[in-house]
């Protein structure tokens, strides 16, 4: 259901929103990031030490209801005494990968250039290329991550696209008459229109979740 338009939220609104929610963050400095909204569509810029904080400011934006879309001007600059040699960050980064167990380490190859990380390789499972990412976020002196592990599908287009209808049936119920999904082996492209930002995460992460996937197209709208 729309709100009212007497019920929805300003730019302005939107922005002093935003700001709250990053500055309820902890381990975040909200004074170093600058917040500006146009028509929904809210831009995060600054500078952050490492990528866990940018992460976390993306995450607290996306929370706030009324937001569109978001772009995100962030960079991470590691402080002085945090910064390392790309050889000590692979290193960190091959360790992070062995010690979790939702990671097949053995499976994914690493480059590191600049501190940035890149990921490649090919694993059964979204959920396993999204914990290699996870698990590199926290690590000192990484200044931004590429994932580009693909997922190899082990089942049809139509089992996964039955397996998306009936995940969102369970986690997003109102919103399965308005999304469209179509598989192409295992790339998913999603279309139609959802009420919220969170609503439309819930969607998309509810594709992600499902076996065989590779990819997501995400051509939804968010409505205002």
Same mark, same amino acid.
């Given at each position: 259901?729309?709100?009212?338009?007497? %019920?929805? #939220? %300003?730019?302005?609104?939107? #922005?002093?929103?935003?700001?709250?929610?990053?500055?309820? &963050?902890? %381990?975040?400095?909200?004074?170093?990031?600058?917040?500006?909204?146009?028509?929904?569509?809210?831009?995060?810029?600054?500078?952050?030490?490492?990528?866990?904080? #940018?992460?976390?400011?993306?995450?607290?934006?996306?929370?706030?209801?009324?937001?569109?879309?978001?772009?995100?001007?962030?960079?991470? %600059?590691?402080?002085? &005494?945090?910064?390392?040699?790309?050889?000590?960050?692979a290193k960190a980064v091959l360790t992070a990968l062995r010690w979790h167990s939702s990671v097949p380490q053995e499976r994914i190859r690493i480059e590191v250039e600049d501190g940035w990380v890149t990921l490649s390789g090919e694993v059964d499972w979204r959920y396993q290329a999204a914990s290699a990412e996870q698990c590199l976020r926290p690590l000192v002196g990484v200044r931004g991550l590429t994932n580009n592990i693909g997922v190899k599908p082990r089942v049809s287009g139509k089992d996964i696209s039955q397996e998306i209808s009936a995940a969102l049936t369970r986690h997003a119920q109102r919103e399965v008459g308005h999304i469209g999904i179509e598989v192409d082996g295992g790339v998913v492209t999603l279309k139609g229109k959802v009420h919220s930002l969170p609503e439309h995460d819930a969607v998309l992460g509810a594709a992600w979740a499902t076996r065989g996937v590779a990819r997501v197209v995400d051509k939804m709208e968010v409505e205002t």
């Open positions: 259901m729309h709100l009212p338009d007497s %019920t929805m #939220k %300003t730019d302005s609104q939107l #922005k002093s929103d935003v700001m709250s929610e990053i500055a309820w &963050e902890p %381990t975040v400095h909200s004074d170093s990031i600058a917040v500006t909204v146009r028509d929904g569509v809210v831009t995060l810029a600054g500078r952050l030490e490492n990528l866990a904080d #940018k992460h976390a400011v993306e995450r607290a934006a996306r929370r706030v209801s009324g937001v569109r879309a978001i772009a995100v001007e962030l960079d991470v %600059t590691p402080a002085a &005494e945090h910064r390392r040699g790309d050889s000590d960050i």
